[in-house]
């Protein structure tokens, strides 16, 4: 593990942001965030679980930089809650707050307050600043970064949303320490992702690590942080918008989100519906003569050693879930499109694979 410095930057011109990485990270939230100079006047937009952990804290830093108006708001705790509805009472919120297009929003909590408030920030007033302050291990590692905010409706995940890039994210390591084992374990597979689809020797520090990283060492901790900060920093400066480039981190996401749509977001983490994504496309490469078996076994074998899923209930059907694949927001004229492992750190976007080929390879016994 190298000294890693605490901070990382998105580059992207004007709208450049820091990531801020480090333990007590959110009793310094006001002091950065009167240097970005919003007005006195913020709100912090979390959960009904997360605002009673770090909501004081988090609210004395701020008031104790100046912000003398400060105005807290808690959602529903919950994937089902992740809808326009949702938005909605965000939004009239922070219209009876009477935030205006200098204030701030802070959102407090893991990726789905994130990518519910962040959409809200995108489209109040046609647009406030938005600052993230993540506190699962999935939203440090990744949705909190790179500004893609959205909800859930029928017609499946995140099928509603925008680019919206945050001012500032703010990343308390020591926030970890009162998430569920469960979640831990479900952040653990975006971190999988980073290493399947550009970091081999991040795969390897996974499997060196887990004793340490599921105890939460908190220097393996940061190691994974901010080594897949740093990949996704990366890959979102050079494509914002996912024109080319950032379609890699969806790896695992077609057939995961299929997954979690499926089973109406009850039945599996995000994290964890992408883990088995993350071995069912690994499967659809190999059975492709993309990835040798070697790495496929590896990738199984990485996933299952850190308690995630690499095969799903027997009472899911496999059909209805590959349907719900070629009706994933990246199919263009009908062609379904995956990210798959061509060895580790590489993949490769495929487009067009044929229903019944994805529906044989699901259905054998591997
Ligand atoms: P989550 O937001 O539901 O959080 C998981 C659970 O942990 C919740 O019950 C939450 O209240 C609780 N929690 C959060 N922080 C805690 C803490 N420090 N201590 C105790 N409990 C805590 O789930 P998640 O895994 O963080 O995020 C999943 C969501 O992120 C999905 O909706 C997914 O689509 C989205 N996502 C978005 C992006 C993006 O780029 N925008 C990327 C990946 C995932
Ligand atoms: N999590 C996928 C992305 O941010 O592009």
């Known amino acids: 593990m190298n000294n890693l410095t605490n901070n990382l930057t998105v580059n992207l011109g004007a709208r450049s942001y820091e990531?801020?990485?480090?333990?007590?990270?959110?009793?310094?939230?006001?002091?950065?965030?009167?240097?970005?100079?919003?007005?006195?006047?913020?709100?912090?937009?979390?959960?009904?679980?997360?605002?009673?952990?770090?909501?004081?804290?988090?609210?004395?830093?701020?008031?104790?930089?100046?912000?003398?108006?400060?105005?807290?708001?808690?959602?529903?705790?919950?994937?089902?809650?992740?809808?326009?509805?949702?938005?909605?009472?965000?939004?009239?919120?922070?219209?009876?707050?009477?935030?205006?297009?200098?204030?701030?929003?802070?959102?407090?909590?893991?990726?789905?307050?994130?990518?519910?408030?962040?959409?809200?920030?995108?489209?109040?007033?046609?647009?406030?600043?938005?600052?993230?302050?993540?506190?699962?291990?999935?939203?440090?590692?990744?949705?909190?970064?790179?500004?893609?905010?959205?909800?859930?409706?029928?017609?499946?995940?995140n099928m509603i949303g925008t680019f919206y890039q945050p001012r500032f994210v703010c990343i308390d390591t020591d926030t970890l320490k009162t998430l569920p084992m469960r979640e831990l374990r479900a952040g653990i597979a975006e971190?999988?992702?980073?290493?399947?689809?550009?970091?081999?020797?991040?795969?390897?520090?996974?499997?060196?690590?887990?004793?340490?990283?599921?105890?939460?060492?908190?220097?393996?901790?940061?190691?994974?942080?901010?080594?897949?900060?740093?990949?996704?920093?990366?890959?979102?400066?050079?494509?914002?918008?996912?024109?080319?480039?950032?379609?890699?981190?969806?790896?695992?996401?077609?057939?995961?989100?299929?997954?979690?749509?499926?089973?109406?977001?009850?039945?599996?983490l995000h994290g964890e519906a992408v883990a088995w994504g993350m071995y069912a496309e690994a499967r659809l490469a190999a059975a492709l003569g993309l990835l040798p078996n070697a790495a496929i076994r590896e990738i199984k074998d990485l996933i299952e050693g850190y308690g995630l899923p690499t095969s799903i209930s027997e009472d899911i059907e496999i059909e209805p879930l590959v349907d719900a694949m070629i009706y994933d927001k990246k199919t263009v004229a009908g062609a379904i499109k995956f990210v798959l492992p061509t060895e580790i750190g590489k993949v490769k976007i495929i487009k067009g694979i044929e229903k019944e080929f994805i529906l044989s390879v699901l259905k054998s016994e591997i």
Do not use: W
């Open 191 to 268: 971190v999988i992702k980073y290493g399947i689809i550009k970091d081999a020797v991040l795969f390897q520090f996974l499997k060196d690590n887990r004793e340490k990283i599921l105890s939460q060492d908190s220097a393996a901790l940061k190691h994974i942080i901010h080594t897949s900060c740093r990949t996704k920093a990366d890959v979102v400066s050079k494509d914002e918008r996912e024109s080319g480039l950032r379609e890699i981190l969806n790896c695992g996401h077609t057939a995961g989100h299929a997954l979690e749509t499926m089973t109406q977001y009850t039945q599996y």
């Open 19 to 157: 990531i801020s990485i480090e333990t007590g990270a959110i009793d310094s939230l006001g002091e950065k965030l009167s240097s970005l100079g919003f007005s006195k006047k913020i709100a912090v937009v979390s959960n009904k679980t997360v605002f009673p952990l770090y909501g004081q804290r988090v609210t004395q830093s701020l008031v104790k930089a100046g912000f003398d108006e400060v105005y807290p708001y808690e959602i529903d705790d919950g994937e089902v809650f992740k809808d326009l509805r949702h938005v909605e009472s965000v939004l009239n919120r922070m219209f009876k707050i009477g935030l205006d297009r200098k204030s701030a929003i802070v959102v407090l909590g893991g990726g789905v307050v994130g990518d519910l408030a962040g959409f809200a920030a995108s489209i109040y007033m046609r647009g406030i600043a938005l600052v993230q302050v993540p506190t699962t291990l999935l939203s440090q590692v990744d949705s909190s970064v790179g500004g893609k905010t959205g909800v859930n409706n029928i017609f499946g995940k």
